[in-house]
């Protein structure tokens, strides 16, 4: 497999409309973690590049928030339809740079696209508010306006939605954007790019600085005063340190951090269902998302029927190449992300885990599924995301026994349960202490609902109406009489 439209595959940076190098000439390779095959190398930009781009961005922020609305959303919508039309030369260089399987990397391309189309709509209704007769003749009218320049730092497991989940309402509101994309993962975002300005998308609305130098440029970002807001996504460690530095300036901030899944399967669930359900939710990108099953909790009673079930399909997942068809599971990003996870099986080993399916002994970057049984809240791996294809499953034996492990955690980004019981369902629901509940549903990520988390899984929403006020001021103006 292999991309139509070789245009897509860019080895620049994007700032101010053009395809730019670093200050300083340096580069650095970007390989498929697959076969450690260099695909290209881009800039390896430094704080003086950022800086430009602040700098830019600052100066088309009056023009672009000014712009009609519906112009905005015309350019947004034409956005998405190419994004579409590249639909599978994006997903090709997306399992090229990050390794996810072909058919998931065609799924990220509709799901990252479906951001853009949404908020082009959106770009249309940021309606304000009248608050009539405040007081004798007096009125008070409420206005929504962009917050400005807005910086954006995103991680690599979903290297192009990760980025439209923010610019879609970003550019949707009005912001101009100075955009980091994981140093691993840069080419998805620089081909969307590319597709932005075939769009119509102004110069220096949206600016890409690629780098190798994470720290640099995320100092510069969150300690810049022309930036008014910072949109993250990645681990809750560079969240916390970003939301410091971010505090000199007093930054607005959204941030979707790290998580830790409950997915909890009651007696009286559907346990085909929930097995089927279990799989999608925790092997999908190699278990390498914030919202993956990160502890399968089972109802004593249902427990040996559902690891049974659970089991056989792990067994016929496929291990591989993510370009060769038919393949579920791809390589994982680094070998520094084999190594923790190894790390967490082998620890959970060592404190008398079995080993039903599977392997700890990966080749190369690639590891055969694994579930784990005879798992307790003491192994690492229940309070730390595993972010691999590893799925333990713990026994509960009443409803609070469940809430309680579930709540058990720092974390509170996605929880699952699976249940018939309609009073159970509203009862768990409501005392799931996270952003996001999936009910009888493994599934749970959509343009149309607030995607995000509580506790130190973040804070902000992104996608659906909320989606937008993250990127909007609220102003009001009182008339006197
Ligand atoms: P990470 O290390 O925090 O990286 C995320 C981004 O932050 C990358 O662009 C990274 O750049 C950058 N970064 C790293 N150190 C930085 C620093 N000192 N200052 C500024 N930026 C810095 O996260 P990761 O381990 O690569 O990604 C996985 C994490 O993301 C997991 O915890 C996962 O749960 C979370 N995640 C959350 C969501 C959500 O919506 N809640 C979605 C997906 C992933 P480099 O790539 O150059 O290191
Ligand atoms: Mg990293």
Redesign the pocket.
């Given at each position: 497999m292999s991309m139509k439209n070789k245009d897509l595959l860019r080895s620049k940076a994007f700032v101010d409309g053009k395809w730019t190098d670093a200050h300083s000439g340096k580069t650095y390779d970007i390989k498929n973690p697959a076969d450690d095959s260099v695909i290209t190398s881009v800039p390896d930009m430094d704080e003086e590049d950022v800086k430009e781009a602040i700098e830019i961005a600052d100066r088309e922020f009056p023009k672009w928030s000014s712009m009609l609305a519906k112009d905005r959303s015309e350019i947004l919508d034409k956005w998405y339809r190419l994004l579409m039309d590249n639909q599978e030369d994006l997903a090709v260089l997306m399992t090229m740079e990050m390794g996810k399987p072909l058919k998931e990397s065609m799924g990220e391309v509709a799901y990252g696209a479906s951001f853009i189309q949404w908020f082009s709509e959106e770009a249309k209704r940021v309606y304000g508010d009248v608050v009539p007769n405040h007081a004798q003749g007096k009125r008070i009218v409420v206005i929504k306006q962009p917050v400005g320049v807005t910086g954006i730092?995103?991680?690599?497991?979903?290297p192009l939605a990760?980025i439209t989940r923010k610019v879609g309402p970003a550019l949707a509101a009005g912001c101009t954007v100075v955009i980091?994309?994981?140093?691993?993962t840069p080419l998805s975002a620089l081909a969307a790019a590319y597709l932005a300005q075939k769009a119509g998308l102004p110069p220096g609305v949206l600016n890409i600085v690629t780098?190798?130098s994470?720290?640099e440029?995320?100092?510069e970002l969150t300690t810049n005063k022309l930036v008014k807001k910072i949109s993250?996504?990645?681990?809750?460690?560079?969240?916390k340190?970003?939301m410091e530095q971010s505090a000199s300036t007093v930054k607005k901030i959204s941030l979707?951090?790290?998580?830790n899944a409950p997915f909890v399967v009651f007696e009286d669930a559907d346990i085909e269902a929930a097995a089927e359900g279990a799989i999608a939710c925790k092997f999908r990108n190699a278990g390498q998302?914030?919202v993956c099953a990160n502890r399968i909790l089972v109802h004593d009673k249902v427990y040996d029927q559902f690891v049974e079930k659970f089991s056989e399909k792990v067994k016929k997942l496929k291990v591989g190449n993510g370009l060769d068809s038919g393949v579920d599971i791809g390589p994982l990003i680094n070998d520094s992300a084999v190594e923790k996870v190894s790390e967490l099986v082998e620890d959970a080993l060592q404190k008398g885990a079995k080993l039903v399916v599977g392997s700890n002994k990966p080749e190369g970057r690639f590891f055969d599924p694994m579930v784990l049984t005879d798992v307790n809240d003491e192994m690492e791996m229940f309070s730390k995301?595993i972010?691999g294809p590893v799925a333990p499953v713990y026994r509960f034996s009443s409803d609070e026994e469940a809430i309680e492990l579930s709540n058990k955690t720092k974390f509170g980004?996605a929880s699952y349960f699976y249940s018939r019981d309609i009073g159970r369902i509203w009862k768990v629901a409501e005392s799931l202490q996270y952003g996001m509940v999936g009910i009888n549903e493994g599934l749970i990520s959509t343009e149309v609902a607030p995607?995000g988390?509580v506790k130190e899984?973040?804070m902000g929403r992104e996608g659906s109406k909320y989606g937008i006020d993250e990127y909007l001021n609220i102003k009001y103006m009182l008339m006197g009489g």
């Amino acid at each position: 497999m292999s991309m139509k439209n070789k245009d897509l595959l860019r080895s620049k940076a994007f700032v101010d409309g053009k395809w730019t190098d670093a200050h300083s000439g340096k580069t650095y390779d970007i390989k498929n973690p697959a076969d450690d095959s260099v695909i290209t190398s881009v800039p390896d930009m430094d704080e003086e590049d950022v800086k430009e781009a602040i700098e830019i961005a600052d100066r088309e922020f009056p023009k672009w928030s000014s712009m009609l609305a519906k112009d905005r959303s015309e350019i947004l919508d034409k956005w998405y339809r190419l994004l579409m039309d590249n639909q599978e030369d994006l997903a090709v260089l997306m399992t090229m740079e990050m390794g996810k399987p072909l058919k998931e990397s065609m799924g990220e391309v509709a799901y990252g696209a479906s951001f853009i189309q949404w908020f082009s709509e959106e770009a249309k209704r940021v309606y304000g508010d009248v608050v009539p007769n405040h007081a004798q003749g007096k009125r008070i009218v409420v206005i929504k306006q962009p917050v400005g320049v807005t910086g954006i730092i995103t991680p690599w497991n979903f290297p192009l939605a990760m980025i439209t989940r923010k610019v879609g309402p970003a550019l949707a509101a009005g912001c101009t954007v100075v955009i980091k994309p994981a140093q691993d993962t840069p080419l998805s975002a620089l081909a969307a790019a590319y597709l932005a300005q075939k769009a119509g998308l102004p110069p220096g609305v949206l600016n890409i600085v690629t780098s190798n130098s994470a720290s640099e440029i995320g100092k510069e970002l969150t300690t810049n005063k022309l930036v008014k807001k910072i949109s993250f996504t990645g681990s809750t460690k560079v969240g916390k340190m970003l939301m410091e530095q971010s505090a000199s300036t007093v930054k607005k901030i959204s941030l979707e951090l790290g998580g830790n899944a409950p997915f909890v399967v009651f007696e009286d669930a559907d346990i085909e269902a929930a097995a089927e359900g279990a799989i999608a939710c925790k092997f999908r990108n190699a278990g390498q998302t914030c919202v993956c099953a990160n502890r399968i909790l089972v109802h004593d009673k249902v427990y040996d029927q559902f690891v049974e079930k659970f089991s056989e399909k792990v067994k016929k997942l496929k291990v591989g190449n993510g370009l060769d068809s038919g393949v579920d599971i791809g390589p994982l990003i680094n070998d520094s992300a084999v190594e923790k996870v190894s790390e967490l099986v082998e620890d959970a080993l060592q404190k008398g885990a079995k080993l039903v399916v599977g392997s700890n002994k990966p080749e190369g970057r690639f590891f055969d599924p694994m579930v784990l049984t005879d798992v307790n809240d003491e192994m690492e791996m229940f309070s730390k995301e595993i972010f691999g294809p590893v799925a333990p499953v713990y026994r509960f034996s009443s409803d609070e026994e469940a809430i309680e492990l579930s709540n058990k955690t720092k974390f509170g980004l996605a929880s699952y349960f699976y249940s018939r019981d309609i009073g159970r369902i509203w009862k768990v629901a409501e005392s799931l202490q996270y952003g996001m509940v999936g009910i009888n549903e493994g599934l749970i990520s959509t343009e149309v609902a607030p995607f995000g988390g509580v506790k130190e899984s973040g804070m902000g929403r992104e996608g659906s109406k909320y989606g937008i006020d993250e990127y909007l001021n609220i102003k009001y103006m009182l008339m006197g009489g």
